[in-house]
């Protein structure tokens, strides 16, 4: 079936994206199943040139902003749990880049949401910037502006979140 390849390529990209932009695994749930039901409900009336990829990130982040609008929602800032191990490391290398990646996570969740979207599809998701250009509704100029401005303000929160003291245990 058509419909579960598209979904087998692109679900677990997506549930990701949803799950960075709302900062909640379980809110994220909720908007990926929408994201598929809205695709069951247009695939009719789809061009045959649609691309899938971008019509599925641009529904997926409408319904997150919604959500963000309607329920005043913001990340949490909790790091999103990877499925990658950091195999052979050392217990301080594990440490070290669980650390980083706790942070990195932090500052990506603290930055407002147009910052956030730009950084999660172009860096995260590895989209072509034309590409997010469509699903942002961006010109490519406009594009690279807000992904230079996003860039720089997390690592501005990078650095404000490396001067903070460590938790101890």
């Not at 998701?125 to 401005?149: K, Y």
Request: charge should be neutral.
């Amino acid at each position: 079936m058509a419909f579960g390849r598209v979904h087998a390529t692109h679900g677990p990209r997506i549930f990701n994206f949803l799950a960075r932009m709302s900062g909640s695994r379980d809110l994220a749930e909720d908007l990926y199943q929408e994201t598929w039901i809205k695709l069951a409900l247009h695939a009719p009336r789809l061009a045959e040139d649609t691309d899938l990829a971008a019509w599925l990130y641009t529904v997926a982040r409408n319904l997150a902003r919604s959500e963000r609008r309607s329920a005043k929602v913001r990340p949490a800032g909790g790091p999103i749990p990877d499925d990658s191990a950091y195999g052979g490391a050392s217990p301080y290398e594990w440490a070290s880049a669980n650390e980083t990646h706790a942070r990195l996570e932090q500052a990506l969740a603290d930055l407002p949401g147009p910052f956030r979207e730009v950084l999660l599809l172009v860096v995260v998701e590895g989209l072509e910037q034309e590409r997010v250009a469509v699903i942002l509704d961006l010109t490519h100029d406009a594009l690279r502006q807000r992904l230079a401005r996003a860039r720089a303000k997390l690592a501005e929160s990078l650095d404000q979140l490396a001067k903070q003291p460590r938790m101890k245990e």
